[in-house]
């Protein structure tokens, strides 16, 4: 009840000019509708992973949708600055990977693009998403840089990108 504790902690900041509200007060305050809760970069996080996952489940078939919108299998190419591909090196769960780790470097040490499945940029977006950093400037960096990928991978799947509000 995250709306709830907002709420409460705003009207404890309201009321903190020495005497209680009396239990009438109490009353109508609680029965005004809760604010609207801010959006924070964690609700981006979560749905920049949920239109990553969603991306990902709607390239293979199902019983619903027999055809898929791509081919899973096939590589697309996306551009990244040489800071970025070594933050994703060196700063998410990517660093640990046996297979995906070298086939990205291999692919920056060649100067190219970096020609990716769709299950390996939807890793790499789950990976900045949830990166293992406590700074909360470089985490907002690191999903910055999530939803310009994401953006990336949409135009050239020819899918609608997320929409958010990363600053």
């Not at 996952?53 to 899973?72: E, H, I, Q």
């Not at 297979?99 to 390996?120: G, V």
């Not at 990976?127 to 949409?154: F, N, Y």
Request: charged share 35%; glycine share 2%; with cysteine.
């Amino acid at each position: 009840m995250p709306w709830f504790d907002e709420a409460a902690i705003e009207w404890m900041q309201d009321t903190k000019k020495g005497e209680p509200p009396s239990a009438d007060e109490i009353k109508a305050a609680l029965r005004k509708p809760f604010p609207e809760r801010k959006r924070t970069s964690f609700d981006d996080a979560m749905a920049l992973m949920e239109w990553s996952d969603a991306m990902f489940k709607a390239a293979y078939p199902t019983r619903k949708d027999a055809v898929p919108f791509c081919d899973p299998g096939k590589p697309i190419p996306i551009h990244l600055a040489a800071d970025e591909l070594e933050t994703i090196l060196t700063q998410t769960e990517i660093a640990k990977t046996k297979k995906l780790r070298p086939r990205m470097e291999s692919m920056a040490a060649e100067d190219k693009t970096i020609d990716l499945e769709i299950n390996d940029w939807s890793r790499i977006v789950l990976a900045l998403c949830a990166p293992k950093v406590d700074a909360e400037s470089a985490r907002r960096r690191l999903l910055k840089m999530a939803t310009r990928i994401a953006a990336q991978l949409a135009e050239a799947l020819n899918i609608e990108a997320p929409d958010l509000s990363v600053k």
